[in-house]
């Protein structure tokens, strides 16, 4: 089985539509991050959260909310799709310091339409 | 500015070639560096990494890196490459300017094609 996984791996939704992607790990990393990825620009950084308590916006926040409901678990909402949000999201885990390694998911894609 | 920079966006080599994947940063004090590999339809995976000493670094897959302070580069490479090697290449760094906020930054990427 996989270490991080992502649901759903892809959807379609229509503008001001919630949505919710979410992400478990079973690695057992306190650190867990959500990336956006778009052709060009690499991936960049919505939101992380050192542990459960600890929540941080990234360099792109806006429009994005997260939830950390458990140490494994780590949810991405968009309140009010726009379809300038789509685009392959991923989620990723790490054990911190300075040297960590990001282990990813799959990714989920998301259009919005 | 702070930033990491991988001037090619797209390579094609000849299966067996030698390849070699350009990054660039720029940052105060010499960051802490990656290299990690996003087969089509995967997430990333980290190929090496860098933070001190031996300036050639060995990772997965036959890839090694050379950390460069004087040209502010940490370079991918790879004797002889290998048509599974085809997908997109992202160096990142963490700034080390102390603390604790350890955050990746991704270069743009650099999409290899290798042909047959």
């Known amino acids: 089985d996989a270490d991080v996984t992502q649901t759903p791996r892809n959807r379609i939704t229509k503008t001001g539509k919630r949505i919710m992607l979410e992400c478990s790990q079973t690695?057992?990393?306190?650190?867990m991050y959500w990336y956006r990825q778009d052709p060009g620009l690499g991936l960049r950084l919505i939101y992380y959260?050192?542990?459960?308590?600890?929540?941080n916006k990234g360099e792109i926040s806006d429009g994005y909310s997260v939830s950390r409901q458990a140490q494994a678990k780590f949810s991405l909402s968009l309140e009010s799709a726009i379809p300038n949000q789509t685009a392959l999201y991923f989620c990723a885990t790490s054990t911190g310091g300075v040297m960590e390694t990001q282990y990813f998911g799959p990714g989920t894609r998301l259009l919005v339409l | 500015a702070q930033s990491v920079t991988q001037p090619d966006i797209h390579i094609t080599v000849s299966e067996g070639a030698s390849l070699e994947l350009r990054c660039n940063y720029s940052?105060?004090?010499?960051?802490?560096l990656f290299w990690y590999v996003q087969s089509p339809g995967q997430g990333l995976q980290l190929l090496l990494k860098?933070?001190?000493?031996?300036?050639l670094v060995q990772g997965i897959k036959g890839f090694e890196a050379e950390f460069k302070r004087s040209q502010s580069s940490f370079n991918l490479r790879k004797p002889s490459v290998h048509w599974s090697d085809a997908a997109e290449y992202f160096c990142a760094v963490v700034p080390n300017s102390g603390g604790s906020n350890y955050k990746l930054t991704f270069g743009k990427g650099t999409l290899l094609t290798v042909n047959p």
């Open positions: 860098y933070f001190s000493g031996d300036t």
């Open positions: 690695k057992g990393h306190d650190r």
């Open positions: 940052y105060g004090a010499t960051p802490y």
């Open positions: 959260s050192f542990d459960v308590k600890d929540i």
